[in-house]
């Protein structure tokens, strides 16, 4: 069977640096996809990693993996250059200067919300891969357990 190599991914810390939040539990393709069309816009990927008790906060529930295991999962993704530990979304501001982001990126499902960062990096807003999610996913294998 021919297994398909993925294209080389150029990263350079001194060039354009894109920064990029989220939970990014149960990886799927939608984060594969923003992943790979965040770094095409630069040079150096950054993601800030939304902490256990964050996404707690944000969606009512702890992920499946914990915060340790999400950041081994992104960090070795070959789009991503560098990954931290998102503690709360008010911090955006500070992450941004802190890791000097030329841009910031994030999914339609967010659009407008972080325009207030504008005077600090370019906002973009990506579109959401359709008909994927993780709460998509355990819903289906729930269902297939239960029917099983
Ligand atoms: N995403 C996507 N397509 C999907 C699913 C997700 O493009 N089918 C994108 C989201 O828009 C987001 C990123 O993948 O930009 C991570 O998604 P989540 O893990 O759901 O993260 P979220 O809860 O949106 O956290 O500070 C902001 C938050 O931490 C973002």
């Not at 800030?48 to 992920?63: A, Q, T």
């Not at 295991?69 to 200067?97: N, P, T």
């Amino acid at each position: 069977m021919a297994v398909l190599q993925p294209a080389p991914v150029a990263s350079n810390p001194n060039g354009r640096r894109i920064i990029t939040f989220g939970t990014f539990d149960l990886f799927h393709m939608g984060h594969v996809n923003i992943l790979r069309r965040a770094k095409a816009l630069g040079d150096w990927l950054i993601v800030g990693v939304s902490s256990d008790e964050l996404n707690d906060r944000k969606k009512g529930h702890k992920p499946y993996f914990s915060i340790e295991e999400r950041l081994a999962i992104i960090g070795d993704s070959r789009a991503v250059d560098e990954v931290f530990v998102e503690d709360a979304l008010e911090l955006k501001g500070d992450y941004i200067q802190q890791y000097r982001a030329d841009v910031l990126v994030m999914g339609d499902d967010w659009a407008g919300r972080f325009d207030q960062f504008a005077p600090l990096c370019e906002v973009v807003y990506l579109p959401r891969t359709p008909e994927i999610s993780s709460t998509q996913i355990v819903t289906v294998v729930r269902a297939g357990s239960s029917a099983a």
